[in-house]
């Protein structure tokens, strides 16, 4: 059976070509544009669009940029960051959190679920829904702009490619 392409309905009009997907692992690396992020947010912000949100939590570092875009795309003044480093969260860095408020928590990439799982435990008690620009395969943690399908590196336009 050949291996679907998940994209947006943005991305497919616009023409904007995926890497297949071989569903195999490999080494290379598959770059990812700005282009293909704004349309993944926008994804990602047609599938939130229903929910009503007080405030966008940015995973650091992979989320700070798609969470100002997706606070754009949604009308959310209020952006906060979740401090992860070294893929640890800094406790003592956490943003105050209001139980009287919704929160929405974007990273750019849901790989293995660790950083996953120390948010939501983190944010345990608030009222909290996960976006991500990508997953490598189809989860309920939240929701997605993309699956990849795949366990190539992807780099994002903001990081280094040296």
């Known amino acids: ?53 007080d405030c966008i939590l940015a995973i650091a570092n992979g989320g700070i ?42 990273d750019d990439i849901y790989d293995t679920g660790d950083t996953y799982r120390k948010v939501s435990k983190a944010v345990k008690g608030f009222s909290c829904d996960y976006a991500f620009c990508m997953t490598r395969r189809p989860t309920d943690a939240g929701i997605c702009g993309r699956i990849l399908g795949h366990d190539r590196w992807i780099v994002f336009p903001w990081e280094r490619t040296q």
Request: glycine share 4%.
């Open 1 to 53: 059976m050949p291996e679907r392409d998940e994209k947006c309905a943005d991305c497919s009009s616009s023409g904007l070509s995926f890497a297949p997907n071989s569903g195999k692992s490999s080494a290379a690396k598959e770059p990812c544009s700005w282009f293909e992020i704004h349309y993944l947010v926008k994804e990602v912000a047609r599938q939130a669009g229903a929910k009503k949100y």
């Open 65 to 106: 940029i798609p969470a100002r875009l997706l606070a754009e795309e949604l009308g959310i003044d209020d952006v906060k960051l979740v401090p992860v480093r070294k893929k640890k969260i800094i406790a003592q860095e956490m943003p105050a959190l209001d139980k009287k408020k919704r929160y929405l928590i974007i």
